[in-house]
């Protein structure tokens, strides 16, 4: 497991393609119960170890999860992400595309709970919720492009969507139309960075996930 970051309220991790953040009906180990477990032997804790998940990643994608180790930090991280006052950057390789600076998608997104996928509209449908994203190239390999995304909205697979609708769909992400999947089964989608105020010190938390290996860096380098 790989701690970014770690204070007696907050920890900030790592994660893997493949691994669940919470568990699921799969019944694999879940992230969650891995630091909990981490937890409890550095600090040779009796009994149970409180653990407070304040947000989650596809399985599929890799980076930043930040979990609350007290009470008090769970409730107010949850109230600063529901106020959007904590920034999450997220970085995807693409299809080669041309360069763009801060370029706005806006949608409105359906969710099919069936197959566990979204569907993004041009105009306001039904049971549907308004998405937006800002994104950005950063850097371009032969055939690939690595895009620097900030969330402005929270929906279901909001990156892996809005990318799909405008015909960038994220590398080895088959739900979304990739014509392959990665070798690994992971999506080319990474929770590289998350900056906010820490709900009790107050001090300035920024902080950033390295990236997978392979392809990531050749296409980023030092970036």
């Known amino acids: 497991m790989d701690v970014l970051y770690e204070d007696n309220h907050i920890i900030i991790v790592n994660k893997q393609p493949g691994e669940i953040v919470q568990g699921d009906k799969t019944g694999d180990v879940p992230l969650s119960e891995t630091v909990k477990a981490y937890l409890k032997t550095k600090y040779d804790k009796p009994g149970n170890v409180f653990l407070g998940v304040t947000h989650r990643l596809d399985r599929p994608t890799s980076g930043i999860v930040l979990f609350a180790k007290t009470s008090k930090a769970l409730s107010r991280l949850n109230a600063m992400f529901s106020k959007g006052e904590i920034s999450k950057t997220y970085h995807a390789i693409v299809p080669r595309m041309a360069d763009t600076e801060d370029t706005t998608l806006t949608h409105w997104l359906t969710r099919n709970e069936r197959q566990n996928k979204s569907y993004a509209h041009d105009k306001e449908t039904k049971d549907s919720k308004k998405a937006i994203l800002t994104f950005r190239t ?13 969330l402005h909205t929270g929906r279901h697979h909001q990156i892996r969507c809005q990318l799909a609708a405008i015909g960038h769909v994220i590398k080895g992400d088959l739900k979304y139309g990739a014509p392959r999947s990665n070798p690994d089964g992971s999506i080319s989608l ?29 296409l980023a380098g030092e970036k």
Not at 140 to 150: K, N
Not at 205 to 214: Q, S, T
């Open 190 to 218: 990474h929770a590289r960075q998350i900056a906010f105020e820490h709900p009790v010190s107050h001090e300035q938390i920024d902080v950033k996930a390295p990236y997978p290996a392979g392809i990531w860096d050749s």
């Open 138 to 150: 950063i850097s371009h390999g032969d055939r690939y492009t690595l895009v620097e995304v900030q």
